[in-house]
């Protein structure tokens, strides 16, 4: 798990078992959350750009769901053309949880980037290629070592381009797949964009913060190549 040790975040023992939940929750099993947003910073720890809106009008948005958002983050802030991005909590139900309700399996959501670029300087099809190439999208409720609902692949999208984009990504990333011998199909999940909640400030730029820290991303070794 790239979680703290349990004592750091202090789950309580009864939701141990059930931080291992691997199927979502209905709406009526989801946690009640509450109105109150989480307080997080305004500055992006690494660029140095705001990490909350209002954004420049001339960036887009973007968000993905790959696994642990720690090493997530980092590999899209490190892309050219990344104006700031976040960590957070999108695709559920639970409004504004914080991680202890995440680990419950009892909101829905996943841990997501929320990516704010520049389309002038880097494409979203290069997020995809990036988003595919950087993680294993045929593991289910499941990346690498985590396991759970909040390690989902998915592409959250925004508009009918996105969609459209990432839906034609996702048919040529899986003939890669075949072709490289890998012969297991996409599980992640591409759906509208639902609200995205910030995740703690202590969660926000991680590795950037704690350059040691836990970080389990890894892809299959297969390039996504341009489609022919």
Same mark, same amino acid.
């Given at each position: 798990?790239?979680?703290?040790?349990?004592? @750091?975040?202090?789950?309580?023992?009864?939701?141990?078992?059930?931080?291992?939940?691997?199927?979502?929750?209905?709406?009526?099993?989801?946690?009640?959350?509450?109105?109150?947003?989480?307080? #997080?910073?305004?500055? =992006? @720890?690494?660029?140095?750009?705001?990490?909350?809106?209002?954004?420049?009008?001339?960036?887009?948005?973007?968000?993905?769901?790959?696994?642990? !958002?720690?090493?997530?983050?980092?590999?899209?802030?490190?892309?050219?053309?990344? !104006?700031?991005?976040? #960590?957070? $909590?999108?695709?559920? $139900?639970?409004?504004?949880?914080?991680?202890?309700?995440?680990?419950?399996?009892?909101?829905?959501?996943?841990?997501? #980037?929320?990516?704010? $670029?520049?389309?002038?300087?880097?494409?979203?099809?290069?997020?995809?290629?990036? !988003?595919?190439?950087? =993680?294993?999208?045929?593991?289910?409720?499941?990346?690498?070592?985590?396991?759970?609902?909040?390690?989902?692949?998915?592409? $959250?999208?925004?508009?009918?381009?996105?969609?459209?984009?990432?839906?034609?990504?996702?048919? =040529?990333?899986?003939?890669?797949?075949?072709?490289?011998?890998?012969?297991?199909?996409?599980?992640?999940?591409?759906?509208?964009?639902?609200?995205?909640?910030?995740?703690?400030?202590? =969660?926000?730029?991680?590795?950037?913060?704690?350059?040691?820290?836990?970080?389990?991303?890894?892809?299959?070794?297969?390039?996504?190549?341009?489609?022919?």
């Amino acid at each position: 798990m790239h979680s703290p040790p349990l004592s @750091f975040i202090k789950i309580p023992q009864a939701m141990i078992f059930s931080s291992k939940k691997l199927t979502l929750p209905t709406i009526n099993e989801a946690l009640v959350g509450r109105k109150t947003p989480m307080l #997080v910073a305004k500055q =992006h @720890f690494v660029t140095g750009n705001p990490m909350v809106p209002p954004f420049p009008e001339t960036m887009e948005q973007a968000l993905f769901g790959l696994g642990c !958002f720690w090493g997530a983050e980092r590999k899209f802030w490190q892309c050219n053309g990344i !104006f700031s991005t976040a #960590v957070g $909590y999108s695709g559920g $139900y639970t409004p504004n949880p914080t991680y202890d309700e995440l680990c419950t399996g009892l909101t829905g959501h996943n841990e997501v #980037v929320y990516v704010i $670029y520049d389309p002038a300087i880097v494409s979203y099809l290069d997020l995809l290629k990036l !988003f595919w190439a950087s =993680h294993n999208p045929t593991q289910g409720m499941a990346q690498g070592n985590d396991s759970g609902t909040q390690y989902r692949s998915g592409i $959250y999208t925004l508009s009918q381009q996105q969609s459209d984009t990432a839906l034609k990504s996702k048919l =040529h990333y899986q003939q890669q797949l075949i072709k490289a011998g890998i012969n297991k199909q996409i599980t992640t999940e591409i759906m509208p964009a639902g609200e995205f909640y910030y995740a703690e400030d202590m =969660h926000q730029q991680y590795l950037a913060k704690n350059p040691m820290g836990y970080c389990g991303l890894g892809g299959l070794g297969v390039d996504y190549e341009d489609e022919e």
